[in-house]
Nanobody
Framework: VQLQASGGGLVQAGGSLRLSCAAL????????MGWFRQAPGKEREVVGT????????YYTDSEKGRFTISRDNAKNTVYLQMNSLKPEDTAVYYC?????????????????WGQGTQVTVSS
């Protein structure tokens, strides 16, 4: 199983980015997935998750309403649309697939991870 995360970059505060996570060897309609991020000097944290049925959960008040997870089943790709970006959103963003069709905030429930894509938001 391989996950390829892409779409990161440098953006000004208030801007938008759309991250993509393409999977080979595992289909998102059969497994849950999660988006995580790790800021410099901080532990990795969950951003949001999607179950195999497409149910999404967002984990911080800051992300609710600004971040949206969606999926293109034909491309077996999941997206993280990030709007109204803030400097505190600067981090390496990772996608991961769950061991089951469910999706949780616990890293131990995920067995395959993408390589990460850097998002930098300037003030």
């Amino acid at each position: 199983v391989q996950l390829q995360a892409s779409g990161g970059g440098l953006v000004q505060a208030g801007g938008s980015l759309r991250l993509s996570c393409a999977a080979l060897g595992r289909t998102f309609i059969s497994y849950g997935m999660g988006w995580f991020r790790q800021a410099p000097g901080k532990e990795r944290e969950v951003v949001g998750t999607m179950t195999r049925s497409g149910f999404t959960t967002y984990y911080t008040d800051s992300e609710k309403g600004r971040f949206t997870i969606s999926r293109d089943n034909a491309k077996n790709t999941v997206y993280l649309q990030m709007n109204s970006l803030k400097p505190e959103d600067t981090a390496v963003y990772y996608c991961a697939t769950s061991k089951t069709g469910w999706a949780s905030e616990r890293e131990r429930d995920y067995d395959y991870w993408g390589q990460g894509t850097q998002v930098t938001v300037s003030s």
